[in-house]
Structure formats: structure tokens, C-alpha cells
């Protein structure tokens, strides 16, 4: 889990960055009369980036490996999901004059 998590980190960190980037760039951040339009979408970069760091910094600290990050399939359990689902699928569509 610790390459999911730090993956994921590292993306959310980008995208939070560039998020507070273009509100700052795109919208005003103070106006006459208050905050402007791009106060609560740089604070919300803010606080995303924030945890993105603390998410990767657990992920770094962290000693063992976790969880396996994606199932690996083994014991036949899909095999017995299968069996209920394709029947409903096989099912003729009804003619156009049904529907009429």
C-alpha cells in the first residue's frame, strides 16, 4: 500500500498546486469590498497540499510494505461471481414494437 499511497500523494500534490496556481492567476484574490473569487479555491489548494504532504510523509516513514495494492485473483472467486451475471446479459432484447 505504501507505492499506492505515495502515487497518490505525489498526483494529489500537482494537481493541488496548480489548483492554488490558477485561481491566483485567473481570479482576484482581494476585491474592494472583501475576499475576491480566488480566496477559497487558493485555501483549498492550500489544505489538499497539506495533506498531500502528510499523507507522503507517512507513506515514506512507514516500514512495512501493506497490503497488496491490487487483488491478485487467487482462489476462484470470481469464477463463482461469474456464473449469475452472464445469464442476465444473454437475455434477447425485446422487439421495437414492444415499446410501443
Not at 11 to 20: E, I, K, M, R
Not at 33 to 44: K, M, Q, T, Y
Request: charge should be positive.
Amino acid at each position: 500500500m505504501r507505492n499506492a499511497d505515495r502515487l497518490t500523494a505525489v498526483l494529489l500534490l500537482v494537481f493541488s498546486a496548480a489548483f492554488s496556481a490558477g485561481a491566483l492567476k485567473y481570479y482576484r484574490w482581494w476585491g474592494d469590498d472583501g475576499p475576491g473569487s480566488a480566496f477559497l479555491p487558493f485555501w483549498l489548494g492550500l489544505v489538499m497540499a497539506l495533506l498531500a504532504l502528510m499523507l507522503l510523509v507517512k507513506s515514506l516513514r512507514e516500514k512495512r510494505p501493506g497490503a497488496a495494492w491490487l487483488p491478485r485473483g487467487e482462489g476462484g472467486s470470481m469464477r463463482r461471481r461469474r456464473g449469475p451475471v452472464l445469464p442476465g446479459i444473454r437475455k434477447p432484447m425485446p422487439r421495437a414494437s414492444a415499446f410501443r
